[in-house]
């Protein structure tokens, strides 16, 4: 079977040396977890000077796979995990900036080390969309497989007796545990290493999300800068209203940024309402009574491949799904009924599901509202199920133009006793100009579950994809100013979650923008239904939303109006804000910048106004 492959002479020697197994199906794969025992198994491995190291538990349960990591760090993923060991052009820690040594003795130390664990699970997949992706493969230990089988359903996994002839990978990832202790102090590391034809990742964790899940974007992130498109950091639904309208909206953002919320059902109280958010000062709670909602047609959760073989003459981006499978955080989730039918579908699935940091019983039911405990009476903050998209109800699997490409900030709660850049209201219209700026910058947010941050208003960087990229930034600003340009009728907002103004909200603006958008039936507002923005930022803001008859209080659009916040509170937000662009922006004022990316740069950093936004031209 290996003969299918063509494979760098290195890797050929490397598999000549162990028992290879090629996954037969998705079954033979969960088989492999539990080789040695039928209910549980451990992950460990024999690590010099240490000794035995055990990474993580994994427990066979009724509905699925439970892991869970012994180390609280590893159960999110870390920011600075990533290493460029090649020459290659990046804006990115080299390997040697970073550890002070050439990476070359450490990349055969790990083909060594794989060379003797004697059986190796070999895997093909395509990375990206299983149409018009990427031929790749991982090569791992046996005891890794639950990583192995993490991957197989957040790609397009080819069983054994699928592949096709002269099967030649673009990319190959390579997994290496102990190096974790043994080269990095304990960190996340992994380490790209961008060949001729090939990108070599190595995996030195066995956490899914820098490796398996975002290491596979860096790949598709990686070869699209050197062909001219973008693999976006967004979900995608196709929303129906109650009238049969059909309408897209494409939601982009960094990591809790409300992408996976975008495509779930609106939760509700215990009495059918809608608790649109509780005010922090006065516990004043504001409900909403929405009898019929609209029906979700889920494209994309987290990555959307924007290829240039899918444009089309509309005008409009269009996209696809560059995943087989979605990496659900949970942790929204407290107890049964707040969404009943994710809740169904994980407690009883077609075929058994991998959950991750939470407390699933060997022979039990793993629930997705039982966390795993950090600490005693803390749960992990970032509970994970892989989802299968196939599993996925009312699923779309054709590429699709999008109507709206919203962006979505965490945002903290916001007083004249507490300033912040609270300040976002539920949802603002931004011209492309703008749209493009806030994509550049792309606030990490306020208390965000996924990975481990610091305090203070961070940026994931441009796109909110650039944790993931290992190339140069400014190209990756240029693509997007491109994309925009090339699309001019799809359209953007900008939603905030968590906090407006005092009022906490969770995830509440993003679905009721939503139900509000699509039930209007058109992307475009008339001028008088408008009105800027108190800080220019954040372009305008609708003058009054009304939902199945119900208006939301002007304090949720405009947070300045809330008696609890006022103008000068919400400036000192607004000046937080405007900073932080300051920041972050300058680093892209170089001569590698598109002259019309230059010029709307040069119109933030003169204190432009809103108009002077919406005058850029763009055709």
Known sequence: MLSKFQLPVDVQELLAKVSVIIPENREHLLNLIFAKSTTSSEVSYEVPGIGKVLEATVARCKNGVAVNYTDVYMRRRDPECMAIADEKETDKARYHEKYGKDFAPLRQKSLDWLAEQGELIVMPFIAGNRKIGYPALIIAPVNSAFFVAALADLQAFIPKYEIPDLFKPKAIIYVAPPFRHTHFEGKQVVV???????????????????SAKKGVYSILLNIGEEEGWVTLHCSTVKVITPYEHEFIIMHEGA?????????QDIHREPDGRILIGENIVTQERIYLQLSEVCEL??????????HTKLQNDSKKLVVVDAEDGWFLRVDHLKHYGTEPNLEQLTIHPPEPLIFLNLDGQPNATCL???????????PCPNPRVIMPRRFVRHIINEPIEVD??????????TTRETPNYGIIGMIHILPPALAWLWRLVAPRGHSNPSIITGEGLESEGVGSYWPFATGKMVPQANLLLEQIINTP???????????????????VPGWIAREYLSRRGSVYFKPEHLEPARCPLLGLTIKSIKVEGCFLPKGLLRVNEQLEVGNEAYDKGAQILADFFRRELKQFQTPELHPLAREIIDIFMADGTLDDYTNVNLA
Not at 255 to 263: A, H, L, V
Not at 368 to 378: F, G, L, R, S
Not at 404 to 413: A, K, Y
Not at 489 to 507: D, E
């Open 368 to 378: 997705i509202w039982e966390h795993t405990m950090d600490a005693p009476n803390k």
């Open 255 to 263: 990591s809790g940024g409300g992408k996976s919320e975008m495509i």
């Open 404 to 413: 709206v490409r919203s962006f979505g900030v965490r945002t903290p709660p």
């Open 489 to 507: 009728k799809t359209r953007y907002k900008l939603i905030p979650n968590q906090y407006i103004g005092a009022y906490k909200v969770g995830f």
């Open 192 to 210: 790209h290493n961008r060949l001729t034809d090939m990108h070599e990742l190595f995996s030195y964790n066995l956490y899914p999300g820098p």
């Open 297 to 306: 047609y889920p494209i994309t959760d987290d990555m959307g491949l924007c």
